[in-house]
Structure formats: structure tokens, C-alpha cells
């Protein structure tokens, strides 16, 4: 009779697990509704864009792949390359990026040594794979 009643249980909270588990996706179907209802405007995406950005840029930072050479990292590389070697590449003479090229002529340049009269740049793309 024990055995019953814990076969039983067992039984309820079979259904109950198995029942759960319908409802789950049922939320998710309300979100995406409710975000048609509401849909993000430009600037919305933006802020989004932009707190994803600011995000990724510190975690490249944390792995070693942001090395930028103006006050506040530069945006252009981290979209255009995932990675930023700006600082590195005007210790070499070489070109930076667009954007800390404006930085540098700004007077937002952060390395030391260096004047804002020999900071170069491209407008070529990608120029080092040709
Ligand atoms: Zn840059």
C-alpha cells in the first residue's frame, strides 16, 4: 500500500514536471508580442547599441585586444576590427584609425611622446592586407 502511494506521488509530480514545462514558452510568446506592440525607436536601439559597445570595448580591453591611443577608446576599430592596436601602431609609426586620428587633432591623445603633427592615418580600408 506504501508503495502505492509513492507510485502515485511519483505519478503527480510526473504530470506536474511535465505540465511545467508548457507554460515556459508560454511568457516568451507574451514578450515578443508585447515588443511588437512596442517597437524600439532609432534612438532606443542606439542607447542599446551603445551599452553593448561600451560593454564590449572593456572586455577586449580585459583580454588584451583594445590598446587604443585616445582618451576614450576609440569606437571605429572595435567596429570595424573587434580589436584595437592604435596605441601600438603610432609607437611604430604606423597609421591609426580615423577616429583617433580626429581624437589626436582634438588634443585627446593618450600616449606619451608622441604630437598630434606626427599622427597619421588612412583613408585607405584595410590597407595592411594589401
Ligand atoms: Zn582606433
Known sequence: MKHFVIVLA????LVFGCRKEEPKTLPEKH?????KEEPKTGAMLIAEGKEKLTEAKKKLAQ???????I?????????HEGSCSCASD??????????CYAGWQ??????PNIKKENVTTS???HEHHH
Open 31 to 35: 514578450e515578443a508580442i508585447a515588443q
Open 90 to 99: 603610432l609607437k611604430k609609426g604606423d597609421h591609426v584609425c580615423l577616429e
Open 106 to 111: 582634438q588634443g585627446k591623445g593618450d600616449v
Open 71 to 79: 582618451e576614450d577608446d576609440c569606437d571605429y576599430c572595435a567596429l
Open 10 to 13: 511519483v505519478g503527480i509530480l
Open 123 to 125: 583613408l585607405l580600408k
Open 63 to 69: 583580454e588584451d585586444k583594445y590598446d587604443c591611443c
